[in-house]
C-alpha cells in the first residue's frame, strides 16, 4: 500500500527531502505522494521515512492503492533498475 499525505499537511517541508523514490512532490495546496513512486520505504528502509518526520501524523496508509510487501518490493526494484 502506497501512503497519502492528509489535509492535515501544514507544508512544513520536511516530509520531501526524506523520500528515497521522490515520490513526494509540492501539490497545488498541501504535499503530494505519487503511489506509482512510494514503497513505504520497502528496500530502503525498515519504515517509512516521511512518517517518522511528519510533525503533525497527516500520513496514513492511501486505502485506494492496496499493495503488498512483495509488491511493493518489486516496485522498488523496478524504480531502482534492481528488476
Given at each position: 500500500?502506497?501512503?497519502?499525505?492528509?489535509?492535515?499537511?501544514?507544508?512544513?517541508?520536511v516530509c520531501e527531502p526524506e523520500c528515497p523514490n521522490s515520490a513526494i512532490?509540492?501539490?497545488?495546496?498541501?504535499?503530494?505522494?505519487?503511489?506509482?513512486?512510494?514503497?513505504?520505504?520497502?528496500g530502503h528502509y525498515d519504515e517509512p521515512q516521511c512518517v517518522q518526520v511528519c510533525p503533525v501524523d497527516c500520513i496514513p496508509l492511501d486505502a485506494n492503492n492496496v499493495e503488498s510487501q512483495?509488491?511493493?518490493m518489486e516496485k522498488y526494484k523496478i524504480i531502482t533498475g534492481q528488476a
Open positions: 500500500m502506497s501512503l497519502i499525505i492528509t489535509d492535515d499537511c501544514i507544508n512544513c517541508d512532490s509540492q501539490g497545488e495546496e498541501i504535499y503530494e505522494i505519487d503511489p506509482n513512486l512510494c514503497t513505504e520505504c520497502v512483495d509488491e511493493l
